[in-house]
T-cell receptor
Framework: AQKITQTQPGMFVQEKEAVTLDCTYD???????LFWYKQPSSGEMIFLIY??????QNATEGRYSLNFQKARKSANLVISASQLGDSAMYFC????????????FGRGTQLTVWP | DTAVSQTPKYLVTQMGNDKSIKCEQN?????MYWYKQDSKKFLKIMFS???????INETVPNRFSPKSPDKAHLNLHINSLELGDSAVYFCASSPGAGGNTGELFFGEGSRLTVL
């Protein structure tokens, strides 16, 4: 069975520090995509970053970077210089094969940034 | 100018009733989706339409019937509502194939409460 796992239900980080949110996946499909989304308390889903399985370099978007370790099947999100506004639920998701938009989400990690 | 908009944002109704949620996107995307987020924040795909054609139906009860009058609209009708249908329903869209990542653009969600 193909699945995606976020083992940290909650994480705490002090403002201005970096934090890593874990995500592991299990697939036998060589072609897949990995996504991270942020859901603040207001409820909307905000796309953060994408990594394709064939991408040679780790994806980066501003303060977000994806630590992609293909052999370990992990796609951890690193947030540098945390801000209070980063407090939210973070979801890792995977797209298998070529069915675009068909994402399977992990259970999420609730990140709390404290001053 | 909202890219993916859903109405209503909140819906409270009695068991056994029938209700609809509407979704519209002005991004020119070919594909639209319904995702369900349960009380534990787990997000799961329900349906996907590509250019008005159903392409994904993730074992959703027959009481749920999506309808896509055109590629910019995807509505969700739910018959005989049950307590377990209480959730936040997200509409999303993505561009068609052709090199894109499959990133989803989400609406703000519609919170359905069944009493």
């Amino acid at each position: 069975a193909q699945k995606i796992t976020q083992t940290q239900p909650g994480m705490f980080v002090q403002e201005k520090e970096a934090v890593t949110l874990d995500c592991t996946y299990d697939t036998s499909d060589p072609s897949y995509g990995l996504f991270w989304y942020k859901q603040p308390s207001s409820g909307e889903m905000i796309f953060l970053i994408y990594q394709g399985s064939y991408d040679q370099q780790n994806a980066t978007e501003g303060r977000y970077s994806l630590n992609f370790q293909k052999a370990r099947k992990s796609a951890n999100l690193v947030i540098s210089a945390s801000q209070l506004g980063d407090s939210a639920m973070y979801f890792c998701a995977i797209r298998w094969g070529s069915t675009l938009g068909r994402l399977y989400f992990g259970r999420g990690t609730q990140l709390t940034v404290w001053p | 100018d909202t890219a993916v908009s859903q109405t209503p944002k909140y819906l409270v109704t009695q068991m056994g009733n029938d209700k609809s949620i509407k979704c519209e996107q002005n991004l020119g995307h070919d594909t639209m989706y319904w995702y369900k987020q349960d009380s534990k924040k787990f997000l799961k795909i329900m349906f996907s339409y590509n250019n008005k054609e159903l392409i994904i139906n993730e074992t959703v009860p027959n009481r749920f019937s999506p309808k896509s009058p055109d590629k910019a609209h995807l509505n969700l009708h739910i018959n005989s509502l049950e307590l377990g249908d209480s959730a936040v329903y997200f509409c999303a869209s993505s561009p068609g194939a052709g090199g894109n990542t499959g990133e989803l653009f989400f609406g703000e969600g519609s919170r359905l409460t069944v009493l």
